[in-house]
């Protein structure tokens, strides 16, 4: 269904992101808010995935028409910016800045790895075309930025290290997410590695198909990343 035009809306626009327009204004209808459209949109992707949202499908789920909901969210991009904001809210910021740096990154980095996991549909969120700039996200990554710059790290070092670290996170929680192989057929490829182990002799020494350690694989990345970030801050005293 077309959405209807002439809602009085300024500045809208299908490729402006959701964050910098204003909220439409209200209308004689029954109540119906951001909130409660991204509630029903984090369900609807929790229970169906990212596959099964559409704005038909959605308005379904509220009850409600299409061209009502249209009035409130003007394309499914914006019901997605708003549902990956809103599950930010799950990814507890440590206690202030105290203590070691490192162990508030990797407080703040496990903290939003386990809400990636709690909703799989998140781990698309690499593949999209458009930064998150909702508020929840934003004092999230506030919180990381601020954390490196009080470690010591300069404007572009502490750039760099953020997205290092970000997209650490988000390809654990994907590829966690979204690997489905079965025992049987993890065994299977690992043996057909063995009978490659000329090719592959790594591969088969360490097991690679055989590794399902997520958790450990990950806290120990996040280390390894730690302890060559601490290498290039300036030796101080």
Not at 8 to 29: C, D, F, I, M
Not at 47 to 69: N, P, V
Not at 132 to 142: M, Q, V
Not at 144 to 167: E, P, V
């Amino acid at each position: 269904m077309s959405k209807p035009r002439g809602n009085g809306r300024t500045g809208s626009g299908s490729g402006q992101s959701v964050w910098l327009r204003r909220p439409p204004a209200p209308r004689h209808e029954p109540p119906l808010t951001r909130e409660r459209i991204t509630e029903a949109a984090i369900a609807l992707l929790d229970e169906e995935g990212m596959e099964r949202l559409t704005m038909r499908h959605l308005a379904e789920r509220l009850g409600i028409g299409a061209t009502t909901l249209y009035w409130h969210i003007d394309t499914k991009d914006d019901v997605v910016d708003l549902a990956t904001d809103a599950i930010f809210v799950e990814a507890p910021l440590p206690d202030g800045h105290d203590g070691v740096w490192q162990e508030n990154v990797v407080a703040l980095l496990s903290g939003c790895r386990a809400m990636l996991l709690r909703h799989p549909w998140s781990a698309a969120l690499p593949l999209r075309q458009r930064p998150s700039i909702g508020p929840n996200f934003l004092t999230w990554l506030e919180f990381l930025q601020a954390t490196l710059s009080r470690a010591g790290f300069k404007a572009q070092q502490t750039q760099a290290a953020c997205w290092l670290l970000y997209n650490h996170v988000l390809g654990s929680a994907a590829s966690q997410s979204n690997l489905q192989w079965s025992k049987a057929e993890r065994v299977a490829a690992q043996e057909q590695l063995r009978r490659q182990q000329d090719e592959y002799p790594t591969l088969v020494e360490y097991e690679y198909m055989l590794d399902e350690d997520w958790e450990d694989n990950f806290h120990l990345g996040v280390k390894i990343v730690l302890d060559g970030l601490e290498a290039q801050l300036p030796v101080t005293g």
